[in-house]
Each structure stands twice: as C-alpha cells, then as structure tokens.
C-alpha cells in the first residue's frame, strides 16, 4: 500500500501541484507498523491523514456497551490515536475524524458499560434527537472517562413508540456539542491540521453541532474563562454576555467536577443576555465555565449568595488560561474563608504547584494534579505549613492549604499545562469597626509580577477599610513607593520595604503608609524596583441612600490605561448603587464621553477629568450618569487620553445585596 500511496501522490503533484493526497486511517494505524498503513513510511509521501476515530466500541470490548469514540480510556481512544500519529507524522498533516452517529446495543440493564444482548447498530445524530423524544424510562448519562453521553431506555416487546420492539434494555453511546467540543479542544490543544466529519447530514436539520464547530475554528470569536462558580443552596449565579456591534449564538462549556456540558445562548446586538447557570447544571454543582462569543464582546459572572455569608461577587473573565496566576491578598484568619479554584480546560491532566508566601516569612510549596477538563477546589485554610506532594485540595483530609492562624497570606499556583485560576474569598461576620461583614469578593490572579499596578477607586471616609496587599515572588527586597492622589489632585507619597518571598499589607486608612482618614476619594499608583504584586480589598459599612450595605469587593492592580473600555451590566434599578471611577495619571486634562445603552436607546454623558487627579461618575445620578432605573445597563467609557476606570457597585436589594468591583476591558470601536 506504501508503494502504491508514493505513485499515486507523485503521479497528483506532477499533474498540479495544488492538489493533495489524503489517506484514510485507522484510530490505532499509528500504534504499530504491522497493518496496511505504516504511518511512518505514508508520511514523507502523503498530504494529510484522516483518522477515522471511531467505531471503536468493538475494538475495546466487543462483549460491553461502550464509546463509540471515547477520549480517553479504553484500548483505543482519541487522546491516544492523536499521540500516536504524532510521533510517525507532523501535526501539519493529521485531521481528527469525529462521528456524527453513535452505537446502540440491546442489554442486560442499564449499568454503565452493560453487557450485550446484541450487535451494535448505528445512530445518527438525528435519529438520536428523535430516540430523545420517544424513548420509555430515559435515563441520561456521561461517562466520565470517554468524556461522552449515553442514555439507557426500555424497549417494549410491542408497541414500542420508537418503533424498536426489541423487548429489552438498550443502551446508546454517542457524541454531543459537549463530547464534540472537547475534541475539538484536543485537535487545536495539539495544532492539528483540524478535524473531519463522518458524515454531512447525519444530524439533519439540528443546528448544534455546526454552532459547536464554529465556536472552535472560526476566526473572530473571543473567549472568556471563569474557574469559579457554585450552584449550592443559598448561591445564585449568571452570566451576562454582551457583544455591542453584532448578535450572534454563543457557546458555554461548564467543567464540573465529574463531567461537562455545552449551553447555546442567542445574543441580540447591543443587549444584555443573562444565562442561569444554576437552571444550566443544577443544584450543588461545583462549576467552571468557557464562555465562546461569536465575535467581538465580553462575559460577566455575578454570583448572590445568602447562607452563612451574605453577598455578591463580579469578575469579568480572562480571555486565556496560563500557567502562572498570582493572589498578592489572602488570610486564613478565623475571619475570613479562603479559597482557590483551577480550572483545567485541557484534554488531559495537568500537574499544579501551589507556592504559598506568608507575612511572617513562611514559603510551604504543595503539589497537586487537576484531571482533564474539570475544576478543583482548594481549601487554602485547611493544612499546614510544610511541603506536601500530591496533596489532597478539597473533602476529607484536605491539606493542599496552609491552615488557619496566618494574617496574610499569598500564592503563586504554576501548572504544567495552561488552566485559569481564581480566588474567592469570604468574610466570617468579622467587625473591622463599623459593623459586621459577611460578604465576600473574587478576583482571577496576575498572570505575572511587575514594577507599577494602578487602582481607581478608593476611599477612606468613616466606614470604609481599604488595603493594599503587596506580594514579593522574588529573592530580592522590593523598594516599593506608593503615590496616592485624591479627587482634587493632591498627591501623597508612602514608601516601605517588601522582603523576598513575602508579602506586606498596607492599610490605606491609616497614616502610616496611607493616606489617612476622611479622603473621600483616592486612586493610588504602587511603583516598585522589584517585580511584585498588588492588590487592593476593601470593606466597608455603608448606608448609600438606599439602606446600609456591609460589603467587600477587591480588585487586582492593572498595569495599563486605555482609551475605550465596556462594562457589561451595570444596575442602576432601586436599591443599586453603581460608580464609576476614573483615574487620569497623566499630564493632560482627559476628555471622556460615557454612552450608557438604556434600553429606550442610548444615554451620552460627556466631562473633562482634570490632568493628575481621579473623579467619580454616579451612574444613578441623571447629571453625569444614565440616572435611576435601568439594568441590565451596558456602558461604554471613550476618553481622548489615556486613563483608568473601575465601576464599583453597592445594592441593598436583598436578590443581589453586597458589594462589586471590576476594571472596564477594553472595547472595539465599531
């Protein structure tokens, strides 16, 4: 056949040298040189390979229910076959089939991998929509190995309304948006030449699997990650997603603990989707999500909780896993409840290195593997302060954390594959001065250290706690100086010292190394000769004109400015009390124009922010704002200079009580 394969294709490059020659092949032909295709010796002289990876079922285990094309597992499986070839032929040249039709078997029961009762017959994805509609006692399940979806049903001897009348249990395994995207994942995780199909048609007049090919290779589309997420009781969690220049359908993937799922939304453009992630998943889902937007946009996730802690938290996604994220803030004081989330959004596991750097000087480094396309939870609180391997994050015996006890308390987590890691963070009803607080806040880590971070928004009037918290990952002492200006200008300057692998906290309250109190408003420039990082919590007890509010938000240092920025779904409906604050570093006075898109049309505000100061915008204030009543209200922020805004936001409402904080990202001018 390889003989014949090197005539052929040199026979097709002599007759034009644009056309190519593919080889159909086998899912295990790269396993061994002993079959018709030696992949080794077919590559100098082919264009392209077709894995047909599928079928697999009776290669694995002709007496059992199984994948028709399973990821992982198995004898054979895609994770594999992809491996394989790629030691015997360039990435260039290998293309992923993938099956638009599953395998179903009569069986013994409805256990996973039940023992046969029958050959296989195949399904297409049509016929399987249709299976949906019709089948008795439906059971639907994901196996968590092949990383596909199965359902069991029973068959009726007569009158079967699918028709079968097979008089047993029967059992299907096939591929869905989910299963079908995480392929996806491995072809462009492994820079393939791409995927193919087998075979056009077999999934009918439905559109879903077209939407998840689209959302893996279509170019223009924009993704955002979230590593945390919880449907439990008393925590309500959405997500809104905005693109301002076009509509479009977009992709949710949520990583569970056990499994994952793909989620379609329509977007209208110019307009705020909210999805319910809780309808998504269900109840007492420990959950990350990729959002995958068809062009241009952003996502938001808000998460209201009312348990033993009563708050919110906002984060705006980050638009890519790395392998370095860094939390300058953190305590496992009995006040507080820490926590890391990381989500693994790769076809295989990743190994994960938590570096943790104390205030007084400890540096206890855990290890810990995070499996293929899921999230873990670690405890930071629970564990102690020595080095452990293999470390358990969560449930009995936790101890990739460092324990309780520790003020302060950094992290640096590194992994061997890219993931997305954040950090939530709650507040155990501990009094700071002003009152009891049980809120929480969440913020994604720095992907790196750096000499400057900049933070908007602050304030030190009476009720109010803002801090700095300054992370040192080097092995040198940072010289760190602090610049703070207020709304009228005037600048302050505070220096100290940040020993290696340390970490410090400023109070911005206290004279100390802050500025004091009764500043109503405050930005603060963090310059160092060191590479560090910094963030900036704050905690308040506040009555804004609509009840009081005891809430905590928290925001890591950004370390540029921009022009034009977007924040998706801010509130300015009863009960919401929602800013903007922006800060003008620079020598020349910024002219900005905020657009707040009302659902009765656009709201233009415009105003001047004066060179070396910060100013504050009341959104629910009709004079600079879009005024009172209005959300979900998206807002777009364009300035002739370069600055920096944040939109924080305080609700007494009781549906979304506490307190939020984000940093707009950055738009696209239509």
Same mark, same amino acid.
């Given at each position: 056949? @390889? ?26 032909? $790269? ?6 295709? *030696? ?5 100098p ?20 229910a199984?994948?028709? /094309? ?10 594999n ?14 293309i ?12 013994r029961? @409805? ?11 195949? #399904? ?7 299976? %949906? ?22 068959s009726?001897?007569?009158n079967?309304?699918?028709g ?15 299963? +079908? ?5 491995l ?10 199909i087998w ?25 955002f ?18 693109m ?5 359908v977009?992709?949710i993937?949520?990583?569970?603990t056990d499994?994952?799922? @793909? ?21 007492? *889902? ?6 995958t +937007? ?5 996502a ?5 909780? &009312? ?18 994220? &860094? !939390?300058?803030?953190?305590?496992? #004081?009995?006040a !507080?409840?820490?926590? %890391? ?7 295989t ?16 480094v855990k ?13 930071? !609180? ?24 520790? %003020? ?5 987590? *590194? ?13 155990n009803?501990? #009094?700071?001065? $002003? ?17 400057q ?21 080097g ?18 300057? *505070? ?17 100390? &190394? ?32 609509t ?5 905590a ?5 950004a ?16 009960? #919401?009390?929602?800013?903007?604050t ?7 006075? /910024? ?5 707040y ?8 505000? @415009? ?5 070396g100061?910060?100013?504050?915008? %009341?959104?629910f ?16 922020v ?23 904080d984000t940093v707009?990202?950055? /738009?696209?001018?239509?």
């Amino acid at each position: 056949f @390889t003989t014949f394969m090197t005539k052929l294709s040199a026979a097709v490059h002599t007759e034009s040298s644009g056309w190519q020659v593919s080889v159909d092949t086998y899912s295990g032909s $790269a396993s061994w040189d002993g079959g018709i295709f *030696k992949v080794g010796d077919l590559a100098p002289v082919v264009d392209a390979f077709f894995i047909m990876a599928y079928d697999m079922a009776s290669g694995n285990n002709s007496q059992q229910a199984g994948p028709n /094309a399973p990821l992982n597992g198995w004898t054979y499986n895609d994770t594999n076959s992809v491996q394989q070839y790629l030691t015997k032929a360039p990435a260039s040249k290998v293309i992923l089939g993938v099956p638009y039709y599953g395998r179903k078997w009569s069986t013994r029961g @409805t256990a996973p991998n039940d023992f046969v009762t029958s050959g296989s017959q195949a #399904d297409t994805y049509d016929s399987i929509l249709s299976e %949906l509609s019709c089948a008795q006692q439906l059971r639907h399940s994901w196996d968590p190995v092949g990383q596909v979806p199965w359902m069991s049903w029973w068959s009726p001897q007569t009158n079967d309304p699918c028709g079968g009348n097979y008089g047993s249990w029967r059992e299907l395994y096939y591929d869905d948006p989910t299963s +079908l995207g995480l392929k996806y994942d491995l072809v462009n995780a492994s820079n393939l030449r791409g995927t193919g199909i087998w075979a056009l048609g077999y999934d009918g007049a439905s559109k879903d699997l077209w939407r998840i090919l689209s959302a893996r290779f279509t170019g223009g589309s924009t993704q955002f990650y979230f590593a945390e997420g919880f449907t439990g009781g008393g925590f309500t969690e959405t997500l809104s997603l905005l693109m301002p220049n076009q509509g479009g359908v977009a992709t949710i993937d949520y990583y569970l603990t056990d499994r994952t799922l @793909t989620q379609s939304a329509t977007l209208t453009a110019g307009k705020v989707t909210t999805v319910d992630v809780n309808a998504a998943v269900g109840a007492n *889902k420990e959950v990350s999500a990729r959002v995958t +937007l068809p062009g241009p946009g952003m996502a938001q996730r808000d998460i209201h909780f &009312n348990t033993n802690w009563v708050g919110s938290t906002r984060v705006v996604g980050v638009t890519s896993p790395a392998t370095e994220w &860094n !939390f300058a803030e953190g305590s496992t #004081d009995p006040a !507080f409840s820490e926590f %890391l989330t990381l989500q693994n959004p790769n076809p295989t596991p990743t190994a994960v290195e938590l570096d943790y750097f104390t205030d007084r000087g400890d540096h206890p480094v855990k290890t810990l593997t995070v499996p293929a396309n899921s999230r873990a939870t670690v405890i930071v !609180f629970l564990g102690d302060l020595s080095n452990k391997t293999n470390c358990i994050p969560s449930a009995a015996g936790a101890n990739c954390g460092v324990g309780r006890g520790l %003020l302060g308390v950094s992290v640096r987590v *590194k992994s061997a594959l890219p993931i997305v890691a954040e950090r939530p963070f709650y507040v155990n009803g501990h #009094d700071f001065g $002003a009152g009891p607080i049980r809120d929480g806040h969440d913020a994604f880590g720095a992907t790196a250290a750096a000499t400057q971070w900049n933070f908007a928004e602050g304030t030190t009037l009476p009720g109010f706690y803002e801090y700095l918290t300054l992370q040192n990952p080097g092995s040198t002492a940072a010289s760190v100086q602090l610049t703070y200006v207020d709304f009228v200008g005037r600048a302050t300057v *505070k220096s100290l010292t940040v020993d290696a692998h340390s970490r410090s906290t400023v109070l911005v309250f206290d004279s100390t &190394n802050g500025v004091g109190r009764n500043v109503q408003g405050v930005s603060v420039q963090v310059n160092s000769n060191q590479p560090i990082l910094a963030e900036r919590p704050m905690y308040m007890v506040w009555n804004f004109g609509t009840g009081t509010v005891a809430g905590a938000n928290v925001i890591v240092g950004a370390r540029t400015f921009g022009q034009l920025v977007e924040f998706p779904a801010a509130s300015t409906l009863n009960g #919401d009390n929602a800013y903007l604050t922006v800060q003008n570093a620079g020598g020349v006075p /910024a002219h900005v124009t905020a657009t707040y898109y009302a659902a009765s049309g656009p709201i233009v505000k @415009t105003l001047v922010v004066p060179a070396g100061t910060r100013h504050t915008i %009341l959104v629910f204030n009709a004079t600079e704002g879009a005024g009172p009543g209005y959300g979900p209200l998206p807002i777009l922020v364009d300035s002739d200079q370069p600055v920096l805004i944040e939109s924080p936001s305080y609700s007494s409402n009781p549906s979304t009580y506490g307190a939020v904080d984000t940093v707009g990202y950055p /738009a696209v001018r239509s």
